[in-house]
């Protein structure tokens, strides 16, 4: 079992220490785990570390990977917010991953519990257009490896009149082009849509794609690790898929399912 997008309580709203993360991914059969908390930025301070974290956050993980190296293989990434500047200060950090996800179009944090009340006064197919033309330019900068959660942007539920397939391909193209990874994150199942992130649909046309595969439980608590991932795994083989990939050093590997 691979779980590569995980956070820490430096980005002010996770709880558990690291290693009782770690914990409970061994005691799930976890053997491939990786932490991916929310890179700083200058916006959202109160959502993310501080720049000032970074050096904290990157030893605390080595020095986990190091004391639980015997039992499990853990990883270190971040998880970046794509805008139109990514601060060089976390692109240049010596990690094994980079996880590029889609929170905000202009300055609307469209899956916040706090600005949910602006999603009245959107067309839903309008703001899914702007989230993947977002993504789309993500997978176009280079910068990253992983998608993270690829259609967040139904985290409420809204869903668009306009096939998802049709406003999404542009996008998946551009992952293609780039060879990125892209998540099954299971952390949809736990908010209002009631789906892992892809939907079934749009899965299906990211294989059809043949696009690499990774898995994440999104946990922001030790009692998330792992969520659901048993029964997320055997779907996915189910539907034809016999491997998945993780980072290190920004290499991908491959592993049999």
């Not at 970074?54 to 990434?77: P, V």
Request: some cysteine; charged content about 35%.
């Amino acid at each position: 079992m691979i779980d590569l997008h995980n956070h820490t309580p430096l980005c002010n709203h996770a709880s558990g220490s690291p290693e009782k993360f770690i914990q409970k991914a061994i005691e799930k059969g976890i053997k491939i785990y990786g932490f991916a908390d929310h890179a700083p930025m200058e916006f959202d301070y109160e959502y993310r570390m501080g720049f000032e974290d970074m050096d904290k956050y990157e030893k605390e993980i080595k020095t986990l990977k190091e004391k639980f190296k015997d039992k499990i293989e853990i990883l270190l990434g971040y998880e970046v917010d794509y805008t139109p500047v990514v601060d060089k200060r976390v692109l240049e950090r010596n990690v094994d991953y980079l996880i590029g996800s889609v929170h905000f179009l202009d300055n609307w944090g469209f899956d916040n519990p706090e600005f949910i009340k602006e999603w009245n006064r959107r067309h839903v197919d309008d703001v899914y257009k702007e989230y993947f033309s977002k993504i789309e330019e993500m997978a176009n900068s280079n910068l990253f490896n992983i998608v993270g959660h690829i259609d967040l942007v139904k985290v409420f539920g809204h869903k668009p009149k306009t096939d998802i397939k049709d406003l999404a391909k542009n996008a998946v193209k551009a992952i293609k082009k780039a060879n990125m990874a892209v998540e099954i994150n299971t952390s949809g199942l736990r908010k209002p849509v009631k789906e892992h992130y892809p939907s079934d649909e749009l899965l299906e046309m990211i294989l059809n794609e043949g696009i690499d595969i990774t898995f994440s439980s999104d946990a922001h608590s030790p009692e998330q690790v792992g969520y659901k991932l048993n029964e997320t795994i055997n779907k996915l083989k189910d539907m034809g898929l016999n491997e998945a990939v993780y980072f290190k050093n920004k290499e991908k590997f491959k592993v049999k399912l």
